[in-house]
């Protein structure tokens, strides 16, 4: 077993993964960019490195920094976490070049599966399942407008390094396709250093069912069933949940046994997801692989018992997997809830400054995977999501119940959140009923405004400030310190006037 | 004492008075009695009529947040200017123009139209990157480009405007 991993990530991810090595005794190091110094990851880790300035491309993608970091220190192995290097075949090589173990797959079966058109061109041989559309990368316009009409509108393109919905774009008719791809390519660059894109036959509300697997580096491969990530805005997950409602334990199999033999046929090896899209009638289609630990793992953990952190760090170390597939079940229902700091009130504009006070939810069945605390800078440069609020119960209606009791009682306050949003999410009846597809945001959630507030609690929240002005009148303290004109007509009273006009 | 604070950028009135150990409020209809106690740093109990509220609270320099059950209130000053309010990200110059703005800090990625373009209603005029997500920077009127100040790859934060835009005459 490892002595000292190095963690090349940030945020709640980072967070989680120093705490799987802290429990399994392996000392830890982070690395972080000058804008992460104050974040929760560089207080929790052993040791801390900074790996450059704040763009992610001269520090997080940065891999010179990164080799160099885990050679100074000499963890002996690498974390990428999710996002940034996790995919990055380019990366996992170098690793493997400079004899430090990437906690990953192997690069081969990296740069296999990442390149989502070479993956659909070797799973379709096998027999698997594909979404109909383009099987090369392409870069002439004309070209792929003739692809466009062979496919047939709706379509819909990816980055062919892609993932989290970046450089993603459905388009319904062909004058948009143009403009669609040049957004879409511009993303994918800046999100994957790689503009290449691709056309697929949008498949209309679809379910997103996908897979969890290990396979070890002997051989074995395991999955450990669904999670359904139906709930989706701008194509990327926002609740996920596990059991399936769409699944019956037939389809199941069948979907687990295609899900083990991707993974067999893509010379897979540590964690990896395989994605499929269910339609309506029930066909399911491979979608891609996601080669990581994936943001959503904790609900499969939490229904199956299994810590894939740990499992990933055995497998890197050489182990082999405990488990035998028909030994495997899952029990309960787990939820996840994703906390972007975004503003659900104004188009989900990203919301960055201060966290003034964090209140994390606890309780039975109730897990929080955070990487803020209060009082902590969310900065602009990275990925918007602040934590995952997951919670498990015996059955869907309890764990629908227990989430949103859970999200009542999280308190995020100095930046704007999607909590709210999630809540009123949860408490729909589509989704209470388990009837989701990938367009129930856009169909239910498109004009969502938020409750009106109550005028109780609204009274309550008034009653407050004006118990707090007045608390700070009598101690003499200003709330506002330095001054422009207030306009409590209490304030210009008497001796705690402030400022003048 | 009367208060007036915006909540939600709405105007709200409050009258509340001290007595001894309890406060006393009208809130424009009836008038309550209230144990309110600051039990930690960000912690409001409030009891009102055997109802139990707990509120948290927390301040930055020209904001309050109470957040109940729920349900988040920003509280400010009303402002000298009164309550009018555009747009996030929009403010409108004494000339009548319109100053649009980067609704947050980020970078422009791409600036979609040219000075003395006219353009419509929900055009897209700029884009700009936060987070990793493009956010397209739409007009709010019909009317025309008056001015760009910024060119993509500058770094913008919520206050600098990108561009002028003096909306068509009604």
Known sequence: MFKKILIANRGEIAVRIIKACQEMGISTVGVYSEADRNSLHVQMADEALCIGPPPAVESYLDMDRIIDAAKQTGAEAIHPGYGFLAENAGFARRCEKEKIVFIGPNSDALELVGDKVRSRQTLEKAGIPIIPGMKEIVKDISVIKAEARKIGYPVMIKASAGGGGKGMRVVFQEEDLAPSLEAGMREAKSAFGDESVYLEKYIEEPRHVEFQVLADDHGNVVHFFERECSIQRRHQKIVEETPSQALDPKLRFKMGETARKVMQVSGYNNAGTVEFLLDRDKNFYFLEVNARLQVEHPVTELTTGVDLVHQQIRIASGEKLPFSQDRLEQKGHAIECRIYAEDPHNNFLPSSGKVLYLKEPRGPGVRHDCGIYSGCEVPIYYDPILAKLIVWAENREMACQRMIKALDDYVILGIQTTIDFLRDVIDHPQFRKGDTSTSFIPDYFGNWTGDESTDEKQKMALLAAAFDSIQISQSGKGFQTEKRQVYSPWLSLGKWRLGSK | ?170
């Open chain 2, 1 to 170: 004492m009367e208060f007036e604070f915006l909540v939600n950028d709405v105007l709200q009135k409050i009258t509340v008075e001290k007595k001894e150990n309890h406060f006393v409020f009208f809130d424009g209809i009836k008038t309550s009695e209230a144990d309110i106690q600051h039990i930690s740093a960000n912690q409001i109990s409030i009891l009102v009529e055997g109802r139990s509220y707990l509120v948290y609270y927390a301040q930055d320099k020209d904001s309050r947040y109470f957040y109940i059950d729920g349900q988040q209130f920003i509280v400010k000053e009303p402002s000298e200017e009164g309550v009018e309010s555009f747009r996030l990200g929009e403010e409108r110059t004494s000339e009548g123009t319109l100053l649009v703005k980067a609704p947050m800090p980020g970078k422009v990625i791409k600036i979609n139209v040219h000075e003395k373009d006219e353009v419509r209603k929900n055009q897209t005029l700029a884009i700009v990157e936060a987070m990793k997500m493009e956010n397209e920077i739409k007009a709010s009127v019909d009317g025309t480009i008056k001015k760009i100040h910024v060119s993509a790859g500058d770094l913008v934060d919520s206050e600098k405007p990108l561009i002028e835009l003096e909306p068509a005459s009604q």
